[in-house]
């Protein structure tokens, strides 16, 4: 099997187990939005259900993320993967540093003029 990447076989294994999350989760959606409108079940309900199911979901992507890095750090040497948490760390620090600007306008300066007027 020359060319054969492990990694690259376990990527698509997770993306195509995110894919399917996914859809289960809009499916799962969908479902519950037809028995709202049936009146099955209460808004508040299909919220609180929409919400659960939406949690579930993201655990089962970061559970499988997780699964995904471990494998790919197990195919790693010990030096490997003590330079690839270094170069996490690094970008950890980075993004712990970055601050975010935000730009404010400031409102516009009542005329001088206005005011003597009133």
């Known amino acids: 099997m020359a060319g054969f990447d492990i990694t690259d076989g376990i990527r698509k294994a997770f ?6 999350v996914a859809t289960g989760v809009e499916k799962s959606s969908e ?6 409108a049936k009146g099955e079940i209460t808004v508040e309900q299909g919220k609180a259900l929409n919400e659960e199911l939406s949690r579930k979901a993201q655990s089962a992507v970061d559970d499988a993320g997780d699964t995904l890095l471990r494998t790919r750090m197990q195919a790693m040497s010990a030096e490997d993967r003590a ?3 270094a170069k996490v760390a690094k970008m950890a620090e980075e993004m712990a540093a970055e601050t975010v600007e935000v730009e404010v306008e400031e409102a516009p300066a009542e005329d001088a003029t206005d005011k003597k007027s009133e």
């Open 15 to 20: 993306l195509a187990g995110v894919g399917a």
């Open 31 to 36: 479902l519950v939005d037809d028995f709202i």
């Open 83 to 85: 330079a690839y948490a």
